[in-house]
């Protein structure tokens, strides 16, 4: 962080920047309040800006207000308020409608699998503090009470419903009905490395493999060679796949087109786009489980090109994802991971990218991801991998050794 920077002073009024590097504003108080030692009280701003430039600005509407003789105290705004917050909507109502109206970044409504997924973590830990609270009323200290009353368990569903109600209050601070967000707890929303995911190793995908049904064995293949979501994995059909063939017929290579995924919302199978903008992909099969990908496709797969590869037994539409559960649990029980979650055969797969030499915008085409932070969150290392380094290390350090004894 760059030194600190002392006070400023402004045409009218002083900017300082804070420890956190954000910058706070300040003026002397127009009506002339005297302290007890008989300086004039100084009025700080309520909110802290970004950089010096918002505070300057800051300045000048407060210095317009004071000219046009419109100019009020922080402290009577904030009761006044106050006031009118306590009579104010209640959060719960409040930020239903906000779900059905927020949009993502390509200005589209949310996903129906991510209005389920903010539902649930707003119902179960949100909504018993906080809904029948009137929006304008929050204050930082319920939030921050409210926070530490989650306990250390289920790490990512209260970073998740952190970042729900700072998300809410942020659009309430700007439909007026709050004076700053009261989510302020640093970290607080952050899923990086809420939980440290160790990958499968080869022994232990070997294991699981056996131990998986034939006909969902490559289910297992793809979510970790592929990078793919078990959403994608359950919609791929026949036309997603691409063989190629050498002169004699024998499969050479195989791509995966990934345009769409399933998930169910309510009880509902839903297909529709992949989780990001970036999820609609080709993927290059690795050599090495191509003919997986064939003999499945022979002995498994439905003729037409909109055959499923991955369908219900019972009614031959989309799997459920709690029917390929059931299969996956005792594969992980028979390979002693039962802490692996399906979706980490993905991150698996990409970890095994990294070592393998990819880039970050290489991982983030494979695995469809549209934010570099979140391809690089599957960069970890593996234990097998640090051995190998350190390996290394000590064969270069006795060549190193030999040569100079030559």
């Known amino acids: 962080m760059p030194p600190r920077k002392r006070r400023q002073k402004a045409r009218f009024g002083h900017t300082r920047q804070l420890p956190s590097g954000r910058w706070q504003a300040s003026y002397l108080d127009p009506r002339g309040t005297l302290t007890p030692r008989g300086n004039r009280v100084r009025i700080t701003s309520p909110l802290t800006f970004v950089d010096e430039r918002d505070a300057h600005l ?46 993502t970044s390509q200005g589209k409504p949310l996903a129906p699998s991510t209005v389920q997924s903010h539902e649930r973590a707003l119902r179960l830990m949100v909504y018993p503090t906080f809904k029948d609270v009137p929006v304008g009323a929050i204050t930082p200290d319920q939030v921050r009470t409210w926070y530490a009353g989650l306990g250390a368990g289920r790490s990512a569903m209260r970073a998740r419903a952190y970042s729900i109600l700072r ?42 493999l056996g131990a998986m049904p034939s006909e969902l064995r490559l289910s297992v293949v793809l979510a970790t060679w592929c990078a793919l979501r078990s959403g994608e994995v359950r919609e791929l059909r026949r036309g997603d796949i691409e063989v190629t ?67 219900a037994p019972t009614h031959g539409g989309s799997l459920a994802h709690s029917s390929l559960h059931k299969a996956w649990d005792r594969a992980r029980k028979a390979a002693e991971r039962p802490d692996l979650r399906f979706h980490d055969l993905r991150h698996t797969g990409l970890t095994f990218a990294a070592q393998a030499g990819a880039t970050t915008r290489e991982l983030m085409e494979r695995g469809g991801h549209s934010n570099p932070r979140i391809a690089l969150m599957y960069q970890h290392s593996t234990t097998e991998r640090q051995e190998f380094i350190a390996r290394r290390l000590s064969e270069l350090a006795a060549g190193e050794d030999s040569a100079a004894s030559e």
């Open 58 to 103: 800051w300045l000048a509407a407060v210095e317009r207000e004071i000219s046009h003789g419109t100019w009020r105290h922080p402290d009577e705004v904030a009761a006044e308020a106050s006031a009118s917050a306590a009579q104010g909507e209640p959060f719960g109502s409040y930020v239903e409608r906000w779900l059905l109206e927020r949009r």
């Open 167 to 208: 998300a809410a209050c942020t659009t309430a601070v700007e439909d007026g009905l709050l004076l700053a967000n009261p989510c302020t707890i640093r970290g607080a929303g952050n899923t990086a490395g809420v939980s440290k995911l160790r990958p499968a190793s080869l022994d232990e995908l070997e294991a699981i």
């Open 245 to 311: 063939r050498d002169d004699d017929g024998t499969p050479t290579a195989a791509l995966v087109r990934v345009t769409r995924g399933v998930t169910t919302v309510h009880g509902k199978f839903v297909i529709g786009d992949p989780k990001s903008s970036a999820g609609k992909r080709d993927v290059t099969v690795p050599p090495h489980v191509v003919a997986d990908v064939v003999e499945h496709l022979e002995k498994h797969t439905g003729k037409g090109k909109d055959a499923l590869l991955f369908p």
